[in-house]
C-alpha cells in the first residue's frame, strides 16, 4: 500500500491502561514510518454513527506525552452493538450502515481496532459489510483472547490486583482475618490466577476450577493450627456458588455484570469457620491508572505491526504474543478461541506445588 494514506483508529470495549500508549506507537509509525494521516474515531463505533462524525486528527505532537496516561483519549463504549443498538422503548435497530458510510465518508484507507473479543467480532462484521481493510490489535485486562499469550491492559491489572494483595496482607496479620478480594476477568481465572500467585495468596479461586467451601474451611483451620491466623483468598468474579449459579448484578440495557461471589464466599466462609471475613471488591481499580512498562511494550510493539499489517496489505487480520514475538493470524481464528486458565498449565501446577488451596 504506497502513497500517501489515511487510517482511522478506534479503541473498543472495556478501557484498561496501555489504550493510550497504542494509540501514541500507531501515530508515530503512521506518520514518521509513511507519513500517513490518522484519523482518531471518538467512542468506538458510535464515532461514525453520529452526524456530524466524532472523529480528531492525531498528530505526534498530540500524542507524544500519552504513554503513561491511562484510558483513552478516544474514549470506547461497551455498549450498543451497532447490529442491535438500543431504540425507543426497549426495541433495538440496525444502525451498522450508518457506521459504514462514516468509514467511507472519511476516505479512510483502512482502519486498526483495538479491543476485546466482542468488539473484533463486531469491528469484522462491519469490515465485511463495508468493504473496510481492518487491521485488530488485543487488548483487554481478562486476557481471555486464546490465541495471544498477552492482551494489552492485562499486566497492569495483575499489577494493581498484587499490590491490593500486599495490603491486605497486612492488615490481614493485624486484625487475624481472612481477607476476600474480588478480581474482574470476566469468565476466565487469568487475573486472579497471576495475582494470587504474585500475591502470595493462601487461596485462589477461579471458574476453571470447582470447588467447596468445605475445603476453604479446612485450608483457613489448617493455618490456624500452624500458628497463622490469617488467610489471603483471591476470587475471580465468575466463580459460580457452590451450586453452580452465576453471581450477577443488573446493569443499564439488560446486560448482566458479574459481581458479589466475594460476598457470598465471606458469609458462608464466616458461617462454616471461626474466622472473621471482610471482602474487598477491586473492580474497575484494575482498569485504571498508570501502564505498567510491560503493557507499554506490548502496546509499543502491538501499534507498530498493525502499521506494518496495512503497509503490506495484510487485512482482517490482529497482531498477537507468541513466543516472545508479534504474530499476525486471521481475526476470525483470533476471536474463535475464547482462552480460559488451563487447569493443567504451569500457574497452576505451580500454585498448587506452593500448597495453596484451590477450592477443590
Ligand atoms: O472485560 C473487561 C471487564 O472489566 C470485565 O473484567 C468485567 O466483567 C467487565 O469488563 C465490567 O464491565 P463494565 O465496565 O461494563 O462494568
Redesign the pocket.
Known amino acids: 500500500m504506497g502513497g500517501q494514506k489515511r487510517i482511522g483508529i478506534l479503541t473498543s470495549?472495556?478501557d484498561?491502561a496501555g489504550l493510550n500508549a497504542v494509540i501514541r506507537a500507531v501515530v508515530h509509525r503512521a506518520i514518521s514510518a509513511y507519513d500517513w494521516e490518522v484519523v482518531g474515531i471518538c467512542k468506538a463505533t458510535q464515532g461514525l454513527m453520529q452526524r456530524p462524525l466524532d472523529v480528531m486528527m492525531l498528530d505526534i505532537p498530540q500524542v507524544d506525552s500519552l504513554l503513561m496516561v491511562g484510558g483513552t483519549v478516544l474514549g470506547t463504549t461497551?455498549?450498543g452493538d451497532p447490529f442491535a443498538f438500543p431504540a425507543s422503548e426497549g426495541t433495538v435497530c440496525d444502525r451498522s450502515a450508518e457506521i459504514v458510510e462514516g468509514y467511507h465518508e472519511l476516505g479512510l484507507d483502512a482502519m486498526i481496532g483495538i479491543g476485546?473479543d466482542g468488539s473484533m467480532a463486531i469491528l469484522r462484521r462491519l469490515a465485511q459489510q463495508g468493504g473496510w481493510n481492518l487491521v485488530g490489535i488485543p487488548k483487554?485486562?481478562?486476557n481471555d483472547l486464546g490465541i495471544t499469550e498477552r492482551s494489552i491492559g492485562f499486566d497492569t491489572a495483575v499489577n494493581i490486583a498484587t499490590e491490593a494483595l500486599d495490603r491486605l496482607h497486612f492488615t490481614a496479620t493485624s486484625h487475624s482475618r481472612v481477607m476476600i478480594l474480588e478480581v474482574?476477568?470476566?469468565d476466565a481465572g487469568h487475573i486472579a490466577m497471576s495475582a494470587g500467585i504474585a500475591g502470595g495468596a493462601d487461596v485462589i479461586l477461579i471458574p476453571e476450577i470447582p470447588y467447596s467451601i468445605e475445603r476453604i474451611c479446612e485450608k483457613i483451620q489448617q493455618r490456624q493450627v500452624r500458628g497463622q491466623n490469617f488467610c489471603l483468598i483471591v476470587v475471580a468474579?465468575s466463580v459460580k456458588t457452590e451450586t453452580g449459579e452465576p453471581v450477577t448484578k443488573l446493569?443499564c440495557l439488560g446486560?448482566k455484570?458479574?459481581g458479589g461471589i466475594g460476598q457470598y464466599l465471606a458469609d458462608r466462609i464466616s458461617a462454616g469457620s471461626n474466622a472473621e471475613t471482610r471482602v474487598t471488591v477491586l473492580g474497575?481499580v484494575?482498569?485504571g491508572g498508570v501502564p505498567s512498562p510491560l503493557d507499554r511494550l506490548i502496546a509499543a510493539a502491538f501499534g507498530v505491526a498493525a502499521v506494518d499489517l496495512i503497509a503490506e496489505g495484510k487485512f482482517d487480520h490482529i497482531v498477537t504474543w507468541q513466543n516472545r514475538q508479534v504474530v499476525s493470524v486471521p481475526i476470525l481464528e483470533a476471536i474463535s478461541q475464547y482462552g480460559t486458565v488451563d487447569p493443567d498449565g504451569t500457574l497452576v501446577k505451580t500454585a498448587r506445588g506452593l500448597g495453596i488451596c484451590l477450592g477443590s
Do not use: A, F, P
Request: glycine share 20%.
Open positions: 470495549g472495556g484498561c461497551n455498549k476485546g483487554t485486562i481478562d474482574m476477568g470476566r468474579e446493569e446486560q455484570r458479574y474497575h484494575q482498569r
